[in-house]
Nanobody, 121 residues
């Protein structure tokens, strides 16, 4: 069993900052790529950023220069630092892990429950 628990969402004014966290818990040996996705009302879920176990990162064009993804492998946690937030960033943000090696086997494509980010004045 694996749980992904997200935190850090909320209401922020345009130009403000938020930091999202997602902690994975369970009998975890190692985690492959961790990512953040988001889904705005009426839109499809889209990739925001991803980071491999070795630290290679990938960003969607719409967040380059504003968001930073990082991870702490010892804590099985991924972070998303969001700066210069815009109204268009309003969405539910989801943590995703593509592959987790557990003591009892391997899991694929796990998702968190989502955390709401609202950018509004």
């Amino acid at each position: 069993q694996v749980q992904l628990v997200e935190s850090g969402g909320g209401l922020v004014q345009p130009g403000g900052s938020l930091r999202l966290s997602c902690a994975a818990s369970g009998s975890i040996v190692s985690i492959n790529t961790m990512a953040w996705h988001r889904q705005a009302p009426g839109k499809q879920r889209e990739l925001v950023a991803s980071i491999t176990r070795g630290g290679s990162v990938n960003y969607a064009d719409f967040v380059k220069g504003r968001f930073t993804i990082s991870r702490d492998n010892a804590k099985n946690t991924v972070y998303l630092q969001m700066n210069s937030l815009e109204a268009e960033d309003t969405a539910v943000y989801y943590c995703n892990i593509d592959k987790i090696l557990l003591t009892i086997g391997t899991r694929y494509d796990d998702w968190g429950q989502g955390t709401q980010v609202t950018v509004s004045s």
